[in-house]
């Protein structure tokens, strides 16, 4: 069995300075919910053996808020390809990881995310669908489960949604 884990980046800043937009940082509300992710993901016991992050800042530092709010020490590779990355470069990455990973964090970027949520899910609660297919806001939460021994066997519409959370709701 493996957990894949999606993780939206928090909100970003969209005034300041910046050069380009894999530069924009978190805003204050973006800082705030990372910390209010990190205690949530605490109580959860969210324990991922592997956390790929996109290089850009905001989802940077998404999860160094996410990690030091929980006081976690997870083990982070960044990941360039995740920046603007579609549904099926997510489900790429993800099939370059073989046994010794079981739980699998990926913090990134819409339309990506929601688009690779939607496309590796076909069996789970139908709220937790009406709710994925109305907004995948930022700060959110998805969590899928296959019935595989390697990610590497993932395919689309094998998993199970398992739990989907936004931050003004479930992280409040």
């Keep these: ?3 894949l884990y999606l993780l939206r980046h928090a909100k970003s800043c969209w005034k300041g300075d910046f050069s380009c937009d894999h530069d924009r940082h978190l805003n204050k509300r973006g800082y705030r919910a990372a910390a209010k992710i990190g205690k949530r993901f605490a109580e959860m ?3 991922p053996d592997l956390v790929l992050c996109s290089t850009a800042t905001r989802a940077q530092e998404t999860f160094s ?3 030091e709010a929980g006081g976690f020490e997870w083990n982070m590779k960044p990941e360039p390809r995740l920046y603007g990355a579609s549904a ?3 489900l790429a990455i993800i099939k370059e990881y073989g046994p010794a990973v079981n739980n699998l964090m ?3 970027h819409n339309p990506g995310l929601e688009d690779a949520a939607m496309a590796l899910s076909t069996k789970g609660k139908k709220s937790l669908f009406d709710r994925l297919y109305h907004k995948v806001p930022t700060g959110s939460f998805i969590s899928i489960e296959f019935d595989v021994p390697c990610f590497s066997d993932v395919s689309a519409r094998s998993g199970k949604l398992i739990d989907f959370m936004r931050p003004k709701i ?3």
Aim: no cysteine; glycine share 12%; net charge neutral.
């Design 1 to 3: 069995m493996k957990q």
């Design 45 to 47: 016991q969210i324990q």
């Design 65 to 67: 808020g996410i990690v």
């Design 88 to 90: 099926n470069t997510i």
């Design 106 to 108: 990926i913090i990134g």
């Design 170 to 172: 479930e992280f409040a």
